[in-house]
């Protein structure tokens, strides 16, 4: 096994084959990072999204994305270069991947690609027990996607953070305000034939529970950026609350349980979810 993977693996106690897959994930998505540091990645880019809560502010969910965004617009920016720098930092610490390389330039403001790695594979090389590998199929991968967004809203901050985890470096982040108004917009945005993301009604719980200011003003360049807000007023709390009750209203609480369920290691802590309970969460919300 690699040191760096044995290093690693010490800090979970993984049981089950579905919990050495998220530790595996997760282990890949911080050796990415460092990756992309070497790369120097965050001179162009900011992290965000949930990977970002879960790796660099301890949130309690396992997210599957990372997510980036430009520190300014360019439509020109290619993907590639720091997907191969990710690909050989992997690598070296004992993960063989393959890099989807067909990133679609489409019109569209993000940019993507998938970096796997056999599962079967992956449980050989760091030694796993015989009865995990048996349950194995030689065709079940682990893969991890990045995405970053060439064409960012304006009235973002970023922040440096530090990880020591494999070896200490540095990544930019958006600052918690501007991560929470992304969330919201997610929450608010995403389109309705989109299955209920359960992660996004957690995070808004950890958002609130955490203390952290809403920015309000980034959340209105967000929405009209996506065409979710055209009225001429400013974004105002009170316009900001109408719509998050219409939203809660028409919530399937049941389905968001159901999204969220694979992502936590204890189901208990969402069964007191009801539209009421997240209805009690909105006056505690405070702005920036």
């Known amino acids: 096994m690699s040191s760096v993977i044995e290093g690693m693996l010490k800090a979970y106690t993984p049981q089950s084959k579905t919990e050495y897959e998220g530790a595996i994930q997760e282990i890949m998505q911080e050796i990415s990072l460092l ?36 520190l300014k617009p360019d439509p020109d920016f290619r993907l590639l270069p720091f997907v191969k720098a990710i690909e050989e930092e992997l690598e070296i610490s004992g993960l063989k991947v393959s890099v989807d390389h067909k990133i679609k330039h489409s019109e569209g403001s993000i940019r993507s690609a998938f970096l796997k790695t056999g599962t079967l594979e992956t449980f050989i090389r760091i030694g796993l027990d015989q009865q995990l590998q048996r349950h194995t199929q030689s065709n079940e991968v ?20 530090y990880l020591t985890r ?35 009604w957690y995070d808004l719980i950890w958002y609130v529970s955490k203390g952290f200011r809403l920015h309000l003003s980034h959340l209105e360049s967000r929405m009209r950026q996506s065409g979710h807000y055209k009225d001429a007023a400013p974004l105002t709390p009170q316009i900001f609350l109408k719509l998050i009750e219409e939203k809660i209203a028409g919530l399937d609480v049941k389905a968001a ?32």
């Open 166 to 200: 494999p070896f200490p470096f540095s990544v930019r982040t958006y600052v918690p305000e501007d991560l929470f108004a992304g969330k919201v917009h997610a929450l608010l945005c995403r389109p309705y034939k989109v299955r209920v993301k359960g992660r996004d």
């Open 142 to 161: 682990i893969k991890i996607k990045l995405e970053i967004d060439v064409d960012p809203p304006p009235g973002f901050e970023t922040e440096v953070r």
């Open 35 to 70: 990756g992309l540091w070497r790369a120097k990645f965050f001179e162009h880019a900011a992290f965000y999204g949930g990977t970002s809560l879960r790796i660099l502010h301890g949130l309690g969910r396992f997210s599957e994305d990372l997510d980036f965004s430009l």
């Open 257 to 288: 349980r159901e999204d969220i369920r694979r992502f936590i290691s204890i189901p208990r802590e969402i069964e007191g979810w009801s539209q009421s309970f997240f209805l009690s969460l909105l006056p505690r919300i405070q702005y920036k």
